[in-house]
């Protein structure tokens, strides 16, 4: 027979062994609630952090404009040139959209005093040179300015494209004007011989990469230049009249360096135009 005292143990007992079962299971309860509750802030931080992410780059490239190009469309690079390194003959005219269309072909029409020269500018070639002729074509930027500068030794070009070079006789700042920006090179004919052949426009820069403005010049003869200056496009029409300047020849205003001189007889760009792409 159990004694009463040994009920009374064995029941204590009972209800202790019940008790801590019951705290161990409210103990697992709280650590798996936990660990849910852990892995849930996780996974919200994990989150959190993707959309901020996602929106810090987002917003910079709402910002910046530096989205990728959309297709058949090429960035560029046009570079200000500031306020307090511009000459009275550099003309304002604001930049380019960075990004420029590079397909289909552009006719560029040069109206002159002597007769229309027009030319082919492929803008899968040139798309941010192309670009560029076009903003200060629509800005009338050629209109009434000469063709300041005349070469027939060695090179056979004519040289236009300085907006200050107006009105009657000429100055010693001919040629030293632009637009507000410069761009890179590009087309460069690096792999042709020679590298200017007969017809070829292209356009004149400082020497130093990067220095491309306004200022362009037409190939009447091969000439053996330094592939460094963008081929802007080739010429379709009207290349007898650069020809006829040329036989008329320059008076040494530029010799001997950069050489040439200005046309004896006057080229006046009246307008310049550039059409919409085709093709």
């Not at 297709?71 to 005219?93: F, H, L, M």
């Not at 930027?141 to 005349?150: G, P, Y």
């Not at 003869?221 to 007898?240: H, K, Q, R």
Request: aromatic share 4%.
């Amino acid at each position: 027979m159990t004694s009463t005292r040994e009920r009374q143990r064995a029941a204590a007992r009972a209800r202790l062994e019940k008790e801590m079962a019951e705290r161990a299971g409210k103990a697992r309860k709280r650590r798996q609630t936990q660990a849910i509750v852990s892995a849930g802030a996780v996974l919200v931080l994990v989150v959190a952090g993707t959309v901020w992410l996602a929106m810090t780059l987002g917003g910079d490239d709402d910002k910046t404009d530096t989205a990728a190009p959309a297709a058949g469309a090429s960035e560029c690079a046009y570079n200000e040139v500031p306020a307090d390194q511009r000459s009275p003959q550099i003309k304002d005219v604001g930049l380019p959209s960075n990004q420029q269309s590079a397909k289909g072909v552009q006719t560029m029409t040069i109206t002159t005093n002597l007769g229309p020269i027009t030319a082919k500018v492929d803008r899968s070639l040139v798309p941010c040179t192309a670009g560029a002729f076009t903003l200060l074509a629509d800005k009338n930027f050629f209109d009434n300015t000469k063709c300041h500068r005349l070469v027939t030794e060695g090179i056979k070009v004519l040289q236009c494209g300085d907006p200050s070079a107006t009105g009657k006789g000429w100055r010693e700042t001919d040629g030293t004007g632009g637009p507000s920006f410069r761009l890179p090179e590009e087309n460069l004919p690096t792999d042709k011989r020679p590298p200017y052949p007969e017809g070829v426009i292209a356009m004149a820069n400082s020497g130093q990469p990067g220095s491309t403005g306004s200022q362009f010049f037409i190939v009447y003869g091969d000439s053996p230049l330094d592939p460094a200056y963008t081929v802007l496009g080739t010429v379709t029409g009207g290349l007898d009249i650069a020809k006829d300047v040329g036989k008329a020849g320059d008076d040494g205003a530029f010799a001997p360096q950069p050489g040439g001189g200005h046309p004896k007889k006057e080229v006046v760009i009246n307008d310049l135009t550039m059409s919409p792409p085709q093709g």
